[in-house]
T-cell receptor, first 116, second 113 residues
Framework: DQQVKQNSPSLSVQEGRISILNCDYT??????FLWYKKYPAEGPTFLIS?????DKNEDGRFTVFLNKSAKHLSLHIVPSQPGDSAVYFC???????????????FGQGTILTVHP | DAGVTQSPTHLIKTRGQQVTLRCSPK?????VSWYQQALGQGPQFIFQ???????QRGNFPDRFSGHQFPNYSSELNVNALLLGDSALYLC????????????FGNGTRLTVT
């Protein structure tokens, strides 16, 4: 049961253009969403997050959009740079124990390649 | 400020053996989680430790066990290794409060032959 899905295994973008990575989820209990970036031989690095009480969060070149009715979130990278080439994972969490967040459920990842 | 550190970086074991992986959390973090990442997949949650107790567990058999020490460091133990246990094992640390992003180590690559 894949509760978080990234349906595009890969995305190729020209430097300077916008990269849009998509993620869908099925569990309506998820209320906190995150994006991670992973380079080869390194662990995932936290990029940006969004709580379900918001529909948009920005941090520099990165913006995450959340559409709760569609159970869909997306990550926009503008402008894209060659150093952004990596695997991007979306992840979701539901409140556990009433006060803190336990496990993250990850998508399968999307390989982003930004060409110079 | 040291991030999450894991040891060893690579490990080769034989089917049926036991393995222990180690993790030191990021300074100031008190919660440690372990994930298994198979090739081409996203990380899968194994369990989380807080205050030396297992707080939440994913869908992994009892062969997977863990421990958290008073200094917040943690170990992941896997008994009776199977070929399917070959994966990248990631440790992540965080603060115990809500909306605290996980910070991951670089992982331990386990190969079971």
């Amino acid at each position: 049961d894949q509760q978080v899905k990234q349906n595009s295994p890969s995305l190729s973008v020209q430097e300077g253009r916008i990269s849009i990575l998509n993620c869908d989820y099925t569990n309506s209990m998820f209320d906190y969403f995150l994006w991670y970036k992973k380079y080869p031989a390194e662990g995932p690095t936290f990029l940006i997050s969004i709580s379900s009480i918001k529909d948009k969060n920005e941090d520099g070149r990165f913006t995450v959009f959340l559409n709760k009715s569609a159970k869909h979130l997306s990550l926009h990278i503008v402008p894209s740079q060659p150093g952004d080439s990596a695997v991007y994972f979306c992840a979701a969490s539901a409140k556990a124990g009433g006060t803190s967040y336990g496990k993250l459920t990850f998508g399968q990842g999307t390989i982003l390649t930004v060409h110079p | 400020d040291a991030g999450v550190t894991q040891s060893p970086t690579h490990l080769i074991k034989t089917r049926g053996q036991q393995v222990t992986l180690r993790c030191s959390p990021k300074s100031g973090h008190d919660t440690v989680s372990w994930y298994q990442q198979a090739l081409g997949q996203g990380p899968q949650f194994i369990f989380q430790y807080y205050e030396e107790e297992e707080r939440q567990r994913g869908n992994f058999p009892d062969r997977f066990s863990g421990h958290q020490f008073p200094n917040y460091s943690s170990e992941l133990n896997v008994n009776a290794l199977l070929l399917g246990d070959s994966a990248l094992y990631l440790c992540a640390s965080s603060l115990s409060g809500p909306n605290s992003p996980l910070h991951f180590g670089n992982g331990t690559r386990l190969t079971v032959t």
